[in-house]
């Protein structure tokens, strides 16, 4: 198997990232995890093999970490959904993805078929430029604030409605702390202000929720992936 192709574990024989040299997204080849066999690239199957465990293996269980159970696969645009906050951004972002979800208080709403692509694919790649770095940058949240920009002014030129768009990246604005000018600026000019700040710690900001548990679990993974490595 290539190597470039094994995500979250050897992107790459040189260490790079998923981008192109002229930041270009590249498609990940997430199939590979087949549940029974992902760690057979690890180890070429001869995991655990043999009658007694290597001296290292109770080493690896105590550092396991508190809440680390599962090895799990960062990607997705809606990795994370059930965390986020209904009024959050990335909640508000998530729920325009669903058409047809509404409630009493909030009824239906539509996204254009091209506005709708343009969300879910700029959701996707700040899951995958979280999973790659494993550190915050606010590079990511820019970046996704601003492809949200380009949905909803997409949506008001094929509707008169994208007042919802709009909303959810008001809040998204109020919990980067003002990583995109151009979005915020765009938002003054039409009348969403973003006049509130979301600090990223706090349990309502799904930005902050999403880097934090991403983290956590990219390190829960490391620890599954050397358990296997080392035959334990």
């Known amino acids: 198997m290539d190597p470039e192709t094994i995500y979250g574990w050897r992107l790459s024989t040189d260490g790079t990232s998923p981008y192109d040299a002229a930041g270009g997204y590249v498609s990940i080849d997430h199939s590979i995890y087949d549940d029974d066999h992902w760690w057979d690239e690890g180890c070429g199957g001869a995991c655990g093999g043999g009658d007694e465990e290597p001296a290292i293996c109770p080493v690896l269980r105590m550092e396991k970490s508190d809440g680390c159970d599962d090895y799990q696969?960062?990607?997705g645009a809606e990795w994370?959904?059930?965390?986020?906050?209904?009024?959050?951004?990335?909640?508000?972002l998530l729920n325009l993805l669903n058409p047809g979800a509404g409630t009493?208080?909030?009824p239906p709403?539509?996204?254009?078929?091209?506005?709708?692509?343009?969300?879910?694919?700029?959701?996707y790649r700040h899951t995958d430029r979280i999973a790659v770095t494993t550190t915050f940058s606010s590079d990511a949240s820019g970046e996704l604030i601003d492809r949200v920009l380009e949905s909803c002014d997409r949506q008001a030129q094929l509707t008169s409605d994208a007042a919802a768009c709009y909303g959810?990246?008001?809040?998204?604005?109020?919990?980067?702390?003002?990583?995109?000018?151009?979005?915020?600026?765009?938002?003054?000019?039409?009348?969403?202000?973003?006049?509130?700040?979301?600090?990223?710690v706090a349990p309502e900001n799904s930005l902050g929720i999403k880097y934090r548990t991403m983290n956590t679990q990219a390190k829960c993974n490391t620890w599954h992936q050397r358990m296997v490595s080392d035959g334990c």
């Open 104 to 106: 009493l208080f909030s």
């Open 168 to 200: 959810a990246l008001r809040v998204l604005v109020s919990e980067s702390n003002g990583t995109s000018d151009a979005a915020r600026t765009r938002l003054q000019n039409i009348g969403f202000f973003p006049d509130f700040v979301v600090n990223f």
């Open 73 to 75: 696969h960062l990607f």
């Open 109 to 123: 709403y539509n996204l254009q078929d091209r506005p709708w692509n343009m969300i879910h694919d700029a959701l």
């Open 80 to 92: 994370g959904r059930s965390m986020f906050p209904s009024n959050s951004g990335l909640g508000m």
